[in-house]
């Protein structure tokens, strides 16, 4: 991967800065160089078989995943023997229809199993430009669109080929967790923008207004959004727009991922299509969520052709092309029709159901904030009044972490705290499950809550 943009000591000569013991150590066996804090080298004398495990500053400043930490926890729970009910990961239960599977198991047996161009098929690349042109009135030609190994390798590309090192990531927050630590990869700095669940978790314009600086050159949006299942209406993006118009320094990415996954009366707005934003937009959508896809790894940008071009470099010498077969499944999702068709309708209906049902039954626990979810598959909700409890046996109820592993303790739950997603106050629920699971997870969680010392009146 060629990351030469990046703070590294490579361009300072390691010469420069080696110092010698004056006297080696009993026991050295050799002299080998390693990397100071300062980013120097520094030669040391070890003993022979000592290995230098010192890692990139790059890689130290990224924060791992907790949205995998608490799955990892669950599973080994799980593995213990303890019933965990999970309802902490990102994708479907649906398996993905089966039209779309077949196309893969064709695409093996008819020998479409080389390397595909580096931007994806053609025949793929129409197929989404064609998408963008019917579903989100946007105009690209194949050459402004890229696929790749998943949105989520879309936006880690579109991320490093715009921001430098000392650039400003604006993210609003509750966010999806992968965003700021993106920013961190390409030497910028996330500046998060909280939200109100008061506000739906939606941006407010006078406060994107209030952080812009020169420095300012990627917003990231993301509607219907992980973690909150709010969706931007038209009229509070076209005010954003007016905002971003005023800065020429400031791209907008704009992650659609779950742009199939809405409930009515929602309806998605693609961010470049407003006035003036085309060309400073980078759409990023994908396969996973839609259509229950999330191990065949495909998804897409599209942009003005130079950010493509960009993102297109960095694939190149990254991982090449996304896997041929995926991308005839892909083609076979987008032929199932206007917004997937049946297949995604019939899904998109158990995801309301099952939203409906959970909206009404976390109303009834006293304390609790909730803003009704219009899309994706995930609720937030607000438990902070809650913080402070004592419980018997486990301790205080600090903070949306220990809140999440007493619900995993005392009701084998697994969540995600809020804090992952850049929001304290929250723990997020996935309902990325059956209604049965779904109904017994509530139950054990009213029945956990139930231990804590009743919440102060929630305004
Ligand atoms: C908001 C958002 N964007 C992007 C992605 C990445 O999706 P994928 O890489 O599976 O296409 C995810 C997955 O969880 C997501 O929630």
Redesign the pocket.
């Given at each position: 991967m060629a990351f030469s943009s990046l703070a590294t000591p490579s361009s300072s000569s390691p010469s420069s800065s080696f110092t010698l013991p004056t006297k080696p150590s009993p026991g050295a066996g050799s002299l080998s160089f390693s990397r100071a804090s300062t980013g120097k080298f520094r030669m040391a004398a070890v003993r022979a078989e000592a290995v230098d495990t010192s890692i990139s500053p790059r890689v130290s400043a990224l924060r791992p995943s907790k949205t995998m930490a608490i799955t990892d926890m669950a599973s080994a729970l799980r593995q213990a023997g303890v019933p965990v009910i999970g309802l902490a990961a990102?994708?479907p239960d649906f398996d993905t229809p089966a039209v779309i599977a077949e196309a893969g198991i064709n695409a093996i047996r008819d020998g479409s199993t080389r390397y595909t161009p580096n931007a994806g098929t053609m025949e793929l690349r129409k197929a989404i430009c064609n998408k963008l042109q019917e579903e989100n009135g946007l105009t690209y030609s194949p050459d402004q669109v890229l696929v790749s190994n998943?949105?989520?390798?879309c936006?880690t590309q579109a991320v490093l080929a715009v921001c430098s090192p000392g650039d400003e990531v604006l993210i609003p927050a509750p966010f999806?967790v992968?965003y700021p630590e993106m920013a961190r990869l390409a030497g910028a700095t996330p500046v998060i923008l909280p939200t109100s669940i008061s506000d739906n978790f939606l941006l407010k314009p006078e406060s994107l207004a209030s952080v812009i600086t020169e420095k300012s050159r990627l917003l990231i949006l993301?509607s219907p959004?992980?973690p909150t299942g709010s969706v931007y209406p038209r009229e509070l993006l076209e005010e954003i727009a007016a905002i971003v118009k005023k800065y020429p320094r400031l791209l907008v990415l704009s992650?659609e991922?779950?742009e199939h996954i809405i409930y009515h009366p929602a309806k998605h707005t693609s961010f470049a299509a407003l006035p003036g934003m085309y060309d400073r937009t980078l759409t990023?959508n994908?396969?996973?969520?839609a259509f229950a896809m999330?191990g065949w790894?495909?998804?897409y940008l599209a942009a003005p052709k130079h950010f493509v071009s960009a993102c297109g470099k960095i694939q190149s010498q990254y991982t090449s092309g996304a896997s041929s077969i995926s991308q005839k499944a892909g083609l076979a999702a987008l032929n199932l029709g206007y917004a997937g068709g049946e297949a995604v309708a019939t899904m998109v209906k158990a995801f309301q159901e099952r939203r409906d049902y959970l909206v009404s039954s976390f109303r009834e626990l006293p304390g609790v904030k909730i803003s009704e979810p219009q899309g994706a598959f995930y609720l937030f909700i607000d438990f902070s009044s809650y913080y402070g409890s004592e419980v018997e046996g486990f301790g205080t109820i600090k903070d949306s972490e220990t809140l999440c592993m007493f619900l995993l303790e005392k009701a084998q739950v697994a969540l995600v705290p809020g804090d992952a997603f850049g929001d304290d106050k929250g723990v997020r629920i996935s309902y990325a499950a059956a209604l049965s699971t779904l109904q017994s997870a509530m139950e054990k969680i009213k029945d956990a809550m139930a231990l804590l010392k009743a919440p102060a009146a929630v305004q």
């Open positions: 990102g994708e998943g949105a989520k390798q936006i999806w992968s993301c959004s992980n992650d991922i779950y990023v994908g396969f996973s969520k999330t790894r495909l998804g």
